[in-house]
């Protein structure tokens, strides 16, 4: 059957989005649903009945694409690397393909960012872009040629549980990850990690409580050396992390995405300092700003079905 609309379902840990774009990629219709936290059957449920909503005010049946945290094992059908723990080691593929009665696709919530961004987003046109996450956590997807690179492992992209590049004395051995290993990327750039660095190196307390990464910016803004340092420090280590990215994959173009993003002197500052840890004499990745925002989760998922797919 060929498709019309094609609907993209972002599955959070507490919100589930959906929306239906057209052919042309414009958004003709969106909802969106608190997630059912810790109930894996009220989660397919809540998930069908978006579709029907969608497809009940677009007309006719779509494709469904589905970014999810975590990622479906190709060989198990089972959800890994989950923080929506209710998922993970459940076929959350094969039951909503059964629920819903027709073929489903999936990827990571990151790849999806990635894939939005580079078919009509900020990357549009790019033929390798690499997708950042930095938000409550630290992820990433890779887009080659308009189509994902999922990896033999299904963890492609997933730069956040590499080391920080090039360590400073004082980043070593690193803070403790959630993923048992110390020093990974994630615990440098996260939101949170920005403000635990914050404490660590500074006494500002400007609001009387701990600053959070928006505060933190807003407090260098108005001329905090504190918060000026901690910034400081951050875009020197995404600088020295996408440098290792460019180094191994060399991609036209990275986008941010996730809360952080919104900082905008990091693309600026970020490819002024990473040119020292580059293996090139001139660095043409450009780093860009997200065309999509909020957007790119349900558009990627939608972009899973490419152009003449059948859903």
């Not at 875009?235 to 809360?259: H, K, Q």
């Not at 558009?299 to 899973?304: D, F, H």
Request: glycine share 16%; charged share 20%; aromatic share 6%.
């Amino acid at each position: 059957m060929g498709v019309t609309f094609r609907i993209g379902i972002d599955l959070g840990g507490t919100k589930i989005e959906a929306a239906a774009i057209d052919p042309e990629g414009r958004i003709r219709a969106r909802r969106r649903i608190a997630t059912p936290v810790g109930d894996y059957d009220g989660t397919i449920a809540a998930i069908v009945g978006l579709v029907a909503a969608i497809e009940g005010e677009v007309g006719g049946c779509a494709s469904v694409g589905v970014g999810t945290p975590g990622t479906i094992v190709a060989d198990t059908g089972l959800v890994k690397n989950a923080n929506s723990t209710w998922l993970n080691r459940r076929p959350l593929g094969r039951d909503l393909e059964a629920a819903l009665g027709r073929p489903v696709r999936f990827a990571n919530d990151a790849n999806c960012f990635a894939l939005s961004e580079a078919i009509d987003g900020a990357a549009a046109g790019c033929g390798c872009v690499f997708g950042v996450i930095l938000g409550t956590g630290v992820g990433g997807g890779i887009v080659i040629g308009g189509r994902l690179l999922v990896g033999a492992n299904a963890i492609a992209g997933e730069w956040g549980h590499n080391p920080m590049p090039a360590p400073q004395p004082d980043e070593l051995p690193g803070p403790p990850c959630h993923c048992g290993r110390s020093g990974c990327i994630e615990t440098f750039l996260s939101g949170p990690e920005l403000a635990a660095d914050h404490r660590r190196h500074s006494r500002s307390n400007l609001g009387g409580h701990d600053l959070v990464a928006p505060e933190i910016a807003a407090a260098a803004a108005a001329g905090d050396p504190d918060c000026r340092a901690t910034l400081d420090r951050y875009a020197d280590r995404l600088a020295r992390a996408l440098a290792s990215v460019i180094n191994l994959v060399d991609p036209d173009a990275i986008v941010l995405g996730g809360g952080l993003s919104a900082f905008a002197f990091l693309y600026d500052e970020v490819p002024r300092r990473w040119g020292q840890h580059i293996f090139s004499d001139r660095v043409a990745t450009r780093l860009l700003a997200p065309a999509h925002g909020d957007s790119s989760g349900v558009r990627g998922a939608a972009w899973l079905w490419p152009p003449g797919a059948d859903g």
